[in-house]
């Protein structure tokens, strides 16, 4: 910018000039659109869409869990411990054989003193919890199951059955969520996202411009604006997604152990016996991504 300046010259006469003129400090600086990002909410300058795209999956489980519980009693704690083990212990092999590394087996072991009773003037029976009063011990090996494989689960519960388990559990299947369950429900919400712009669009008698903003989550995805620059806005975070197919089951299981001083074999036939069948519900899976547009008119 130029100014000018009046300046007495010789004879008196005015001569006008000019003279370079510095600007002002605010009309040198740039505007700070970074200090706007969060006070001016974007869609007040271009018109926008904000959908929720969704997904609810429903997939196989691919889990399975049971229990079993092997009871021996005798007057000597560590007999009666012994024959609980031997027992555990071929189930355990019997299972092993039925879903090789697609099996999780978790044993415990505890032993219990029996004692004598006497009856109370009411006439109930009450134990004598005295040492000298032990009439025998009761020793329980309980092996806890998890089964990676579904169509394994089965044929391992089955076999643990064969060795008469005194005390034993449903055969419960669920999903663990996957980081490719997690990535196939996203993905199918973001598609579902999309079609629902679309649909937006054409409803409104507009047309779909540019992807602004994907945020996984249930949103919202304009958020909470404030005065305060800054300042941001909370989202949610999605759930899980879908499992791949079971590989074929395994050969058939046989074992064989020591009980009690005698030879135990469980043979095909015995596990085919105990093998009841049930079907698998399915899973729901859910995902959810807050997507915002551009409309163009």
Not at 202 to 208: D, E, H, I, N, P
Not at 214 to 234: F, I, K, T
């Amino acid at each position: 910018m130029k100014r000018s300046i009046l300046s007495r010259v010789a004879g008196g006469a005015l001569a006008l000039t000019t003279a370079a003129s510095p600007l002002p400090a605010f009309a040198q600086a740039a505007p700070d659109f970074q200090s706007e990002a969060f006070t001016t909410p974007y869609w007040t300058r271009v018109p926008v869409i904000e959908v929720l795209g969704r997904a609810d999956m429903q997939v196989a489980p691919n889990r399975a869990s049971f229990s079993v519980t092997y009871l021996e009693t005798d007057k000597d704690s560590k007999k009666a411990m012994q024959l609980a083990v031997e027992r555990g212990r071929l189930a355990y092999d019997t299972i092993k054989k039925a879903a090789g590394k697609d099996s999780i087996v978790q044993s415990s072991v505890n032993v219990t003193a029996l004692y004598e009773q006497y009856k109370d003037k009411d006439g109930n029976r009450i134990d004598n919890e005295r040492s000298d009063k032990i009439r025998a011990y009761e020793a329980r090996v309980t092996l806890t199951v998890t089964v990676e494989d579904v169509s394994k689960a089965g044929t391992a519960r089955a076999g643990a059955l064969a060795l008469g388990p005194e005390n034993s559990t449903a055969l419960s299947t669920y999903l663990e969520r996957t980081t490719e369950l997690n990535r196939n429900a996203y993905e199918a919400a973001v598609k579902d996202g999309a079609a629902r712009a679309k649909a937006t669009a054409a409803a409104s008698g507009g047309k779909l411009g540019k992807l602004m903003v994907v945020q996984e989550g249930n949103g919202p995805c304009l958020g909470s604006w404030s005065s305060m620059a800054g300042s941001d806005y909370d989202y949610y975070r999605a759930a899980p997604a879908y499992a791949p197919p079971p590989p074929p089951p395994p050969p058939s299981p046989v074992a064989s152990g020591m009980v009690g001083g005698k030879t135990v074999t469980i043979t095909q036939a015995d596990i085919d016996s105990l093998n009841l069948p049930s079907d698998d519900r399915k899973q729901s899976v859910s995902s959810s991504v807050c997507m915002i547009y551009q409309i163009e008119r």
